[in-house]
């Protein structure tokens, strides 16, 4: 079945030890979203690939980064992790602008000691 | 600013018990609104995209209404297996991101 993956499933990591979490795609999908969303909160767009072109929220810590190196794979590394950047990580993927359905991966939760 | 809420926060059910979940929202211009299913520790899955006001989809025991100001999803007759996080969003006509709410988080009890 095509879809979305993300590794690890499970991450610890010390506070300020660097992290990278990974995406992968089988559905061929143009843009792909990484969101971080913590407890009972909604989820927060990160930023966005269009193909390679990238896209960053205004309100997105410098801490955060992300890589594309081809339409199938996407990462997110966190330099620096804080206690605060302990969250659900979710990795969504869609065909285009303009087809706003996203298919979210499993996601990759974040814990920060 | 642009705003998503929904509520109630959490809703316990009997099963067999309907209810509805709301979401208002304050955009400027509508482009789409979509309703998600989340389990716990999972991510999002796709329900309902609505596009217009008077709108509604359906899908087993879920049906989703749109307004101007807000959207509803009904759920009739619900089972223990419909126990999950309600996300809505919506999609903006300028900057053409979506704004999710918080959730309402659904449980239903045998």
């Known amino acids: 079945d095509a879809m979305v993956i993300q590794n690890p499933r499970y991450q610890v990591t010390q506070f300020g030890k660097p992290v990278t979490l990974s995406c992968s795609q089988t559905?061929?999908?143009?843009?792909m979203y990484w969101y971080q969303q913590k407890s009972s909160q909604a989820p927060k767009l990160l930023f966005h690939?269009?193909?390679?072109?990238?896209?960053n929220e205004a309100d997105t810590p410098d801490n955060f980064q992300s890589r594309r190196p081809n339409t199938s794979f996407c990462f997110l590394d966190i330099r620096s992790p804080g206690l605060g950047d302990a969250a659900m990580y979710l990795c969504?993927?869609?065909?285009?602008?303009?087809?706003?359905?996203?298919?979210f991966g499993a996601g990759s939760r974040l814990t920060v000691l | 600013e642009d705003q998503v809420t929904q509520s109630p926060e959490a809703l316990r059910l009997q099963e067999g018990e309907s209810s509805s979940l709301n979401c208002s929202y304050t955009?400027?211009?509508?482009?789409?609104l979509f309703w998600y299913r989340q389990d716990p520790g999972k991510g999002p899955e796709f329900l309902f995209t609505?596009?217009?006001a008077g709108e509604e989809k359906e899908k087993e025991r879920l049906k989703a209404t749109l307004t101007k100001k807000e959207s509803f999803l009904h759920i009739t007759a619900p089972k223990p297996e419909d126990s999950a996080t309600y996300l809505c969003?919506?999609?903006?006509?300028?900057?053409?991101?979506?704004?999710f709410g918080q959730g309402t988080e659904l449980s239903v009890k045998p």
């Open positions: 969504a993927t869609s065909r285009g602008q303009g087809h706003n359905v996203l298919t």
């Open positions: 559905l061929n999908h143009n843009v």
């Open positions: 690939y269009y193909d390679k072109d990238f896209n």
């Open positions: 955009v400027s211009g509508l482009r789409g």
């Open positions: 609505l596009y217009s």
């Open positions: 969003a919506v999609h903006q006509n300028t900057g053409g991101k979506l704004i």
